[in-house]
Nanobody, 116 residues
């Protein structure tokens, strides 16, 4: 059974930091590129960051470049999103996604709220 379980969301003040985690199971994690998406109220789900299956390449949305860092640990079947200098516009539900030609899997999401 494929599972992606996000954690680490919460309420943080502007300028603060959070680290999201996503635990993967039920598939060959190291064969999948991994992505973080987010969906703010009333908006479409948008790609935030992605990392190749081996971790050698990453890409970011322009809105988070220089503030967010995606990483993965293929020994632990985990991915992470370090979010620094958070802004109110980063408020959203953040989703973990695993993708390759064999499948496309989603987690249930974790809420991040940036507010004073």
């Amino acid at each position: 059974q494929v599972q992606l379980v996000e954690s680490g969301g919460g309420l943080v003040q502007p300028g603060g930091s959070l680290r999201l985690s996503c635990a993967a199971s039920g598939f060959t994690f190291s064969s999948y590129a991994m992505r973080w998406y987010r969906q703010a109220p009333g908006k479409e789900r948008a790609l935030v960051a992605q990392i190749t299956n081996g971790g050698g390449s990453t890409n970011y949305a322009d809105s988070v470049k220089g503030r967010f860092t995606i990483s993965r640990d293929n020994n632990k079947n985990m991915i992470y999103l370090q979010m620094n200098s958070l802004k109110p516009e980063d408020t959203a539900v953040y989703y973990c996604n695993a993708i390759n030609y064999l499948g496309n899997y989603w987690g249930q999401g974790t809420q991040v709220t940036v507010s004073s």
